[in-house]
């Protein structure tokens, strides 16, 4: 599958230019950047509802779709919503049992009308009908919207589950970048017209043999400076609300934590293995 | 053949029962005890006259009026269901060509058709049979037949009008501007056929099926032309 020097804009607004990329199988992309950069654009115009656009896609057709604001026929039970979608891409629709599998829809709810379904499990639908294709691409735009936290768990690990049975490719994004971290295998930041890859795995947590590791702190933190009077910290960086910490030789996490606890600084949480949401601020800058 | 009845059975299903049994009694039942309680309180002065004038006024109103709105009313909601849920917009990512899409909403909204059809013949048979007494009736049974053969003929001759307002429902974004498109041209049309004998409006093939000089015949050309561009505009539109 591959996007071949993709242009594309809204009237004199440039979206995106001379855009090139390869996509492999059973790899999941996340796509990511501010609102109205072209996340969902980019989407569209795989999935072939935007058919406007200079350059060329290869190798993608009638991709699986979680496209946001589409819903399903409310008057049609879940499962009868998914047979239609099978008879009008010319699929067996037997499969539709498998896909709520993957996504964990009861078969007692199934058959219920789709107006009864609660926001999570029409997300799962959503979810479920996009992995009905024969396209080795599955796109999906916002999944983890509006969901709640066993809902997002119960979706990740359907996703996973599936590129790792099917070596089918899925592309999704999301501004949850906390949600899609442990699950992407390449980041594409959409900036400047184009997709930045973000390579995660060659950022050492060592280094020289001391530990980096990543804190973050409450939106409104700014007690910044005092982190200076730390004696496990040999050096820091603050990006947005995380701060990257270079320990001292001496320092541990656990020594951290108590320095910070006993001089009453607020902290979220720690990362060993740099948080996306850290080399997006950093790419964003 | 299964995933086509299948595909169709669901096209069915994708409509609440109680909408479609709300349209289909407004626009059969209600029409004729509107006509019955408006008699009722006219019943002297109907005292003799030709039965005829009713049951032609009422086969008439179907044919300039009842039998269009029904088709609009019906056609708009159809589409609605798509639109609800952005389901148009979602389907052009695996939908390449409408056409089946088109034909099976048409198939619903003319197999509805031919039930008010079916239910109007009834209710007409009951409004003769309640007045025959006090009118002049002649050959009651004559006259059934000849009402409900003009019925049909008017059923028939708006199939393309099916076609036509589907066409428009699914290219007007606003469900209210397809309306106001559908009145206008139905308002319009009356007058045009009447004084021209031109069957180029396919709000009023159920006029110009009735008229002398016309007839069904009339409209098999350009009402096959109105299908025909209506599903190739609609195509068309909806691939854009």
Known sequence: MKINNLSFGYGNTLIFEDVTIELAAGKIYGLIGPNGVGKTTLLSILAGIQRKYGGSVEGIDKPGLLLQNTSFYDNLTGAENLRLVCYEKGIDPRRVEEALRWVAIPPDLSVQKFSTYSQGYRQRLGIARSLLTDSPLVLLDEPFTAVDVDTIGALKKAIVQYVSETNRTIMLSSHQLREIEDILDLTLLVKDHTLIPLQTANLSTHLEGRQRIYVTFPPDFEALDRLDACPYIQDFRAISQIVMIQMRQEGTVSLLVDWLESHRIEWRRIDRNMPLEFLYATHSA | ?240
């Open chain 2, 1 to 240: 053949m299964n995933a086509a009845l299948s595909k169709l059975y669901l096209e069915f299903r994708k409509l609440k029962i109680s909408l479609l049994v709300f349209i289909c009694i407004g626009f059969s039942a209600v029409p004729f005890l509107i006509t019955e309680v408006f008699l009722y309180f006219y019943r002297d002065e109907l005292m003799g006259q030709p039965l005829a004038v009713i049951t032609g006024n009422n086969v008439g109103s179907w044919s300039a009026l009842l039998y269009p709105l029904f088709i609009i009313v019906l056609a708009q909601s159809i589409v609605e269901v798509e639109r609800k849920g952005n389901l148009l917009h979602y389907a052009r990512s695996y939908r390449r060509h409408w056409m089946g899409l088109i034909t099976r909403k048409a198939l619903v909204i003319f197999s509805l058709l031919l039930t008010v059809t079916f239910l109007n013949i009834a209710f007409h048979a009951l409004l003769i049979y309640s007045l025959k007494e006090r009118m002049v009736a002649g050959d009651v049974s004559e006259l059934m037949r000849a009402d409900s053969q003009d019925f049909i003929r008017i059923t028939v001759a708006l199939i393309p009008l099916v076609f036509f307002h589907l066409m428009l429902a699914l290219l007007i974004q606003k469900s209210g501007i397809g309306y106001l498109v559908g009145m206008l041209l139905l308002v319009t049309g009356i007058p045009i056929i009447n004084l021209t004998d031109l069957p180029i409006n396919p709000y009023s093939f159920g006029i110009a099926s009735l008229k002398p000089g016309l007839g069904l015949h009339s409209i098999v050309l350009p009402g096959a032309v109105v299908i025909l561009l209506s599903l190739v505009v609609a195509d068309w539109g909806l691939k854009r």
